[in-house]
């Protein structure tokens, strides 16, 4: 098989390269490992009717214009401004952490934003620059918070404490001086109103881009000849791992996904509830039929398990994975027209908005010339 570009996977990296190879007129073939393409962003009904994701809640949020105008070509959207509660203790709370949550927790009465902030002057422990997760959030919001609500959910979700991660993993999470309880701010928060699968099945409805699905990359490599350029959007150090055996595996986070289903209307009173305590093995439980208000007499429930076994989902930033992702990272760059993108190939934590703008981003580098109008 020959063609001009060479994709492996069919996520965002891989389906927005496509589209945009495909509009210059390229022909393009995608090699997806799995039955679908949309990557982690597949969604379907389920026997109840209801719209769910396979692998997790995806939430888009941005403060791109252009990535927001390029997403609005495929789908039309719905205003969703996401807000996430957890069971702390025998109480529930919002997450962000902001005053109705300092509030509940500890029996007081803050009221503005002044004095918001000096209750969180007064409990944080300063370390200026946190040299790690644990150090992260006590600079912000101090130990009672830190035990209650950050310690063993991190524990759940990464298998290591706050102390055994990088800084940045927990100052991504927000803290707010103010009753606003939405779990982003950007000016676009929305969903699709038929689902992302349908956004990628529309990205890729073009006569010059084939789609293999079922089929490992590394099982055909050798029957796909004559391209240009590959992009390759796995994890990187299974792209080496053949090659060169000197190389450490990186560590990557899976999820156990655990449906049930439930006989009522409604499980619990919003889409989401995080459960940080250590009362329960399982970070969160996802309701999907909150999400567009849909309709069903009866409900299902998702509840997540953090795993090392499985789908990679996430890498682990600590120290010792980032070494290793620097070697990996230095075997990549000797090679000529071969592109690492998205998360799992640059071992770097994106949002869907990040990832449609890398994937753009490195196509309008590639080819300036060519670059079409969004």
């Known amino acids: ?44 009904y389920d026997q109840n009717g209801i719209l769910v994701s396979k692998y997790g809640a995806h939430l888009f949020h941005t403060n791109e214009e252009e990535v927001w105008e390029y997403v609005n070509r495929f789908s039309d959207w719905y205003k969703w401004e996401h807000k996430v509660i957890a069971r702390v203790d025998d109480k529930t709370v919002p997450i962000p952490v902001n005053i109705t949550t300092v509030n509940t927790l500890f029996d007081v009465n803050i009221k503005t934003e002044e004095e918001m ?6 409990n944080r422990v300063a370390f200026d620059p946190a040299k790690n997760g644990e150090e992260a959030v006590l600079n912000r919001v101090g130990e009672v918070l830190y035990e209650k609500m950050f310690k063993h959910y991190t524990k759940k979700q990464w298998d290591k404490y706050p102390d055994e991660l990088h800084a940045s993993v927990l100052e991504r999470i927000p803290v707010r001086h103010n009753y ?22 529309k990205m890729l409805d073009h006569p010059n881009i084939t789609v293999m699905l079922s089929t490992d990359y590394f099982d055909v490599k050798d029957q796909i000849s004559g391209y240009e350029k ?6 990187i150090d299974r792209f080496f791992e053949f090659k060169n055996k000197n190389l450490d595996k990186l560590e990557y986070r899976s999820i156990n996904f655990v449906t ?18 250590q009362e329960v093995d399982f970070t969160r439980i996802i309701e999907y039929k909150h999400f567009g208000n849909q309709q069903s007499d009866k409900t299902s429930i998702v509840k997540e398990y953090t795993v090392d076994d499985g789908e990679p989902y996430y890498p682990v930033p600590n120290e010792k994975n980032q070494a290793i992702y620097d070697q990996y990272k230095k075997e990549a760059d000797k090679l000529e027209d071969v592109y690492f993108v998205g998360r799992l190939a640059n071992y770097k934590y994106f949002n869907m908005d990040q990832a449609f703008k890398n994937a753009l981003d490195l196509f309008k580098t590639l080819e300036p010339a060519k ?3 969004i």
């Open 117 to 122: 902030q000096t209750w969180l002057n007064e």
């Open 180 to 201: 606003d309880d939405r779990y982003f701010s950007d000016k676009y928060q929305a969903l699709p109103k038929k689902g992302y699968t349908k956004i990628f099945e």
């Open 371 to 373: 670059e079409l109008a």
């Open 230 to 235: 590959l992009f390759y959007t796995g994890p």
């Open 1 to 44: 098989m020959k063609t001009d570009i060479l994709i492996i996977g069919a996520g965002i990296s891989g389906a927005t390269l496509a589209e945009r190879y495909a509009s210059i007129g390229k022909k393009v073939v995608i090699v997806e490992k799995r039955d679908h393409i949309a990557g982690n962003c597949f969604d379907h």
């Open 260 to 277: 049930e289903q439930v006989d009522q209307e409604y499980y619990q009173e919003n889409s989401v509830v995080n459960y940080p305590g």
